[in-house]
């Protein structure tokens, strides 16, 4: 199997499947709706994408690789099932790309793409040329994928359609767990089995790391296949690793103290981090990326002077710059309480400054399932626009932003559908001093360029 397409290789995920694949040797093509960064980074590299999806894209192919946003009815599925080529999802070949490395797989409804990110970075800042998947291209320069020579492949473990299920890893990563993705876990409980099932690939041997913060994550431990180990992370003195004595630094992001607590020894100090990612969120999420390198074996004081150059990833409160005083953030948050840490983090860096919310909603079957969580999640922001919702895999259909943004009783919230007219409206409205957030998954990211690109063009009232 030496030639796969890839459908719907302008995504994150499986952009970062289709690098490494040409990395490893592989004749590898894709085909998207439109042309996206990443696609465009891909066709520079030699990866041939085409636009539009026909059944002339998989003639002459071995396999098929499909993105899970791709229904049975696209018709490079049917024509490649038609002529007995496979048709496989990224479950089913992420084992044949792992094997012969470590896996460390970072699972969690919340902060998998910035904590893998840290781990991957961390490897790679030791010498060890990790190979590694992430969700996001990080800021370091490192892209989201990369194939190394190293024993390490570092993996975000996405549960969306049952991905991570293709994993066994000998590290897994719990961030945390809340219900999400309604539309392939319809109940908690369905979700919540998704990563029984999942821990229970760990190897022989293998580490279990779950956060002690969460009590949906750190219930997991008791459910571990019996040959492995758990180890639990957090700020509170009952983690194993346990981030410490927090304070704000020159960067904006947060200074701390890393300690270990082994149950059956006495606690001792691994040494003092710096952050320049801004959020308490951050900090759980370099304790665990410590933990695993402190596990792995390594020096703390490597890794504390890499962790200090780590500067985020991509969409991940990514500072895209600032114009006549007012800060433009790119941000990927689209679950309740991912929205609530960016603007707690917006806040922590930001404390005297007007702080305005752009909001995408992403599919409709989360944004209702999760809709009590949504209108509670702005209360730090003190302007709110919302536009429609972005469908992404669901069929479009009416959005009741009135009962919506009653439902928020936020005194500054606002429907503006149109992305556009969402530009247009921040340019009119914002002032010197003003930080400006957009938080979306799905297209309002161009929102933060148009702004910014706007206002390098305009005179902006003073206060």
């Not at 970062?16 to 980074?41: C, H, K, N, W, Y």
């Not at 499909?66 to 070949?93: C, F, H, T, W």
């Not at 549960?159 to 991570?164: I, P, R, W």
Request: net charge negative.
């Amino acid at each position: 199997m030496k030639k796969i397409h890839i459908i719907g290789i302008g995504g994150t995920g499986m952009s970062a499947i289709a690098r490494l694949l040409q990395q490893r040797g592989f004749t590898v093509s894709g085909s998207d709706r439109v042309m996206t960064p990443m696609a465009e980074l891909l066709h520079i590299s030699g990866i041939p994408v085409r636009i539009g999806h026909i059944a002339d894209n998989v003639t002459g192919v071995d396999a098929v690789l499909r993105s899970s946003a791709i229904p049975d009815d696209n018709p490079e599925v049917q024509a490649a099932r038609a002529a007995g080529i496979p048709v496989l999802k990224r479950a089913d070949i992420l084992g044949d790309l792992i094997a012969g490395q470590k896996c460390i797989a970072v699972a969690g409804t919340h902060g998998k793409t910035t904590t893998t990110a840290m781990i991957a970075w961390l490897l790679h800042s030791l010498g060890l040329d990790p190979s590694f998947i992430t969700g996001s291209p990080l800021q370091n320069h490192l892209g989201n994928a990369s194939t190394g020579k190293g024993p390490d492949f570092v993996i975000e473990a996405d549960e969306y359609d049952h991905m991570f299920h293709g994993l066994e890893p000998r590290i897994a990563v719990i961030t945390n767990m809340e219900h999400d993705h309604p539309d392939c876990y319809p109940t908690w409980e369905d979700y919540r089995q998704a990563f029984v099932t999942f821990i229970q690939k760990i190897k022989p041997g293998g580490l279990l790391l779950v956060s002690a913060e969460d009590q949906n994550a750190a219930a997991l431990a008791a459910e571990r296949p019996r040959n492995t180990y758990a180890r639990t992370y957090g700020l509170a003195p009952n983690g194993h690793y346990q981030a410490a004595n927090l304070s704000t630094n020159v960067n904006g992001g947060l200074d701390f103290e890393l300690r270990l607590n082994p149950p059956d020894g006495r606690s001792m100090s691994l040494g003092e981090f710096s952050l320049k990612v801004p959020g308490v969120h951050n900090v759980l999420n370099a304790t665990a990326a410590l933990a695993v390198v402190h596990e792995l074996g390594h020096s703390m004081v490597a890794a504390g002077d890499a962790l200090a150059e780590f500067t985020g990833t991509s969409r991940r409160f990514e500072i895209l710059g600032e114009e006549k005083q007012i800060t433009i953030v790119n941000d990927y948050a689209h679950h309740p309480t991912e929205i609530r840490a960016t603007l707690a983090a917006a806040r922590l860096r930001f404390p005297e400054r007007r702080l305005w919310a752009v909001w995408q909603p992403h599919t409709y079957s989360r944004t209702m399932a999760l809709q009590d969580e949504f209108a509670s999640a702005f209360e730090q922001a003190d302007e709110v626009v919302i536009t429609d919702v972005y469908a992404a895999r669901e069929q479009s259909r009416p959005f009741p932003a009135v009962s919506f943004i009653e439902r928020m009783n936020h005194p500054h919230a606002y429907f503006i559908p149109d992305l556009a007219s969402v530009s247009t409206y921040l340019l009119e409205n914002l002032q010197p001093g003003d930080v400006m957030i957009v938080l979306s998954a799905g297209n309002a990211d161009g929102i933060a360029y148009q702004v910014l690109n706007g206002l390098k063009n305009s005179t902006v009232p003073a206060r």
